[in-house]
């Protein structure tokens, strides 16, 4: 496992930067071939010498891990399922993501997840509000500890507890927050409601802000009004960050501690930059060297330089989950990206679409309720299909008109009904 400072990673050419990525898939391939029983069994059932695995590429050679592969193999071989690539007693903490899937985390887990923090610009001296959970889910201790191995203090804080909250962000001059960004806003918020100017008489200039929505109408309030940057994660519970935003927010950057690559979610195959895919993650690591994690969520990436200098490959969004995916006629549609199509139609009231066979051919029909009768369908039908057709790449047949209510409120955005007898 090759170690690198900031400055190398950052002047690395791409030449050296493919080669790098190469040499370290090599490397933990070999590495958990010989040291982690569950995932030589996975090498050899697949028919796979660990030699083969010579870069990036070769990794589509090997099958993915899923979530729930990890709870079948601790339930074979508790509790840690035959994965360590360590002893025991060199495993750092245990954390309990849900599933339960116990994650034995290593000294390496930490140094990726501080240089992450130091990258986005907390510093030594810092004080920070840690409001992610301790129990029972790896985020709060994960950070605290990340934090603290390069001298920013930390305060468990969680959630709830308001008012205490803002006492101590003003008494112990807090300068950074960690957290979903809505409880920050519910800080701010009571602070106000106490009489204090934020802006004023705080002093938090960083965010590091994750596990949900963040829009951008919320970050511009909170670079706007309150001088707080934000900076957006991504991570998911059995890994820890997989990336974060730099000031250009452009995307979420990779650590090069780890390798991602954007799958087809049936084949497994690597995707280009700009296609849509399943996220799959092989962290570069000695304590649980899992190779080819698939995390069910879809992205999408570019290996574009960014603006700030990183060079490092970025996710651009995340775009929902691998089971909401439905395909058709070779394409993947993305509920999200039908519902961001249809947002600027506010005669839309509710929609679904419905995939059908009909012969050889998948009919793709979008089903809409209208806030009021009072438009002409024809033309709305046209200029709906011509956009949602051009957001999912996938040509929608017809507009099908129902009745308000008919479509439940609790319905799937794509819903497929098609048999295959
Ligand atoms: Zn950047």
Avoid at 183 to 189: D, E, H, R, T, V
Avoid at 217 to 236: A, L, V
Avoid at 332 to 338: D, G, M, W
Avoid at 351 to 366: K, N, P, S
Wanted: net charge negative; hydrophobic share 40%.
């Amino acid at each position: 496992m090759e170690i690198h400072t900031d400055t190398e990673l950052k002047t690395m050419t791409t030449e050296e930067r493919e080669a790098y990525f190469d040499r370290q898939v090599n490397w933990v391939v070999a590495y958990a071939y010989k040291n982690s029983p569950a995932m030589r069994d996975k090498l050899e059932k697949a028919g796979i010498e660990p030699d083969q695995i010579r870069g990036v590429k070769d990794l589509e050679k090997i099958p993915i891990t899923k979530k729930e592969d990890l709870i079948a193999l601790q339930k074979i071989a508790p509790p840690f399922g035959d994965l360590l690539g360590v002893a025991p007693d060199d495993i750092r903490s245990i954390f309990i993501s849900p599933g339960p899937v116990y994650d034995a985390v290593g000294d390496e887990t930490y140094a990726r997840v501080a240089r992450i923090f130091r990258t986005v610009g907390f510093k030594k001296g810092d004080i920070v509000l840690n409001t992610f959970a301790y129990h029972l889910v790896p985020a709060g201790l994960m950070m605290h500890e990340a934090f603290s191995s390069f001298g920013v203090k930390v305060l468990p804080t969680g959630v709830g507890n308001t008012e205490l909250q803002v006492q101590i962000m003003h008494d112990l001059n807090v300068t950074g927050y960690v957290g979903t960004p809505s409880f920050l806003m519910n800080l701010i918020k009571k602070a106000e409601e106490l009489g204090y100017d934020f802006k004023r008489d705080f002093s938090i200039k960083l965010a590091f802000v994750g596990a949900e929505m963040f829009p951008d109408s919320m970050r511009h309030i909170f670079e706007h009004m309150y001088g707080i940057t934000c900076s957006q994660t991504y991570g998911i519970a059995d890994i820890g960050l997989l990336g974060c935003e730099c000031v250009e927010k452009s995307g979420f950057h990779i650590p090069e501690e780890l390798f991602v690559e954007i799958v087809d979610p049936m084949t497994g195959k690597q995707l280009e930059p700009g296609q849509i895919g399943e996220v799959v993650v092989t962290p570069f690591e000695k304590t649980r060297p899992v190779i080819r994690y698939g995390t069910g969520d879809l992205s999408l990436f570019t290996d574009e330089l960014c603006a700030c200098g990183q060079k490092s490959r970025r996710l651009l969004r995340i775009a929902g989950r691998v089971g909401d995916l439905v395909k058709v006629r070779g394409m993947f549609i993305i509920p999200k990206e039908l519902s961001d199509a249809l947002q600027q139609y506010p005669q839309v009231m509710s929609y679904q679409a419905v995939v059908r066979r009909e012969g050889h051919r998948d009919d793709l029909t979008l089903k809409i309720e209208l806030e009021s009768d009072d438009v002409n369908r024809e033309k709305l039908s046209e200029d709906i299909l011509q956009a949602v057709s051009t957001a999912c790449r996938v040509k929608f047949d017809k507009v099908e008109w129902v009745g308000k209510g008919t479509i439940p409120e609790d319905r799937k955005i794509v819903l497929d009904e098609r048999t295959w007898e």
